[in-house]
Structures are given as C-alpha cells and as structure tokens.
C-alpha cells in the first residue's frame, strides 16, 4: 500500500465516521492546510458523502455474508 504523504502541518482536520450495521468501520479523514477551510454547505455534503460511502460498504457487507 502507498500512501499520500502531507508535506505541510494540517491546520484543518475532518473526520467523517464510516458506519456499518450501526458502527464505525471506518474514519474517513479530509485535512488542509488552511484554518477553517470548509463552509457549512461543503461539510453538509461532506457528510452525506460519507453516509453514502456507509450505505454502499453495507451493501458489500451484506452481498459478502459478512457482519461488521
């Protein structure tokens, strides 16, 4: 695995919880370099995006067998 490495210290951190069956399977983590850097209409979306990303691992879950 090869992951992206943040040359600059992260002012900003979101943190969007990855749900299945009702617990965390998973924590999403969007970070910037500026202070502050989403409105309230870009985090909403963020968190349905990540409620999306919930649903569709739930699926898989479920099509697999397996439980969380």
């Known amino acids: 695995e090869q992951m992206m490495v943040w040359s600059r210290t992260p002012l900003s951190w979101l943190a969007l919880p990855l749900l299945v069956d009702g617990e965390v399977y998973a924590v999403l983590g969007i970070v910037s370099s500026q202070d502050d ?3 309230d209409e870009e ?7 990540g ?3 919930s649903v569709g691992l739930g699926i ?3 099509r697999e067998g397996r439980s969380s």
Do not use: G, N, V, Y
Not at 43 to 49: D, G, I, K, Q
């Open 60 to 62: 898989l879950h479920k």
């Open 43 to 49: 985090t909403a979306m963020l968190e349905l995006f």
């Open 51 to 53: 409620q999306d990303i």
């Open 37 to 39: 850097p989403f409105t």
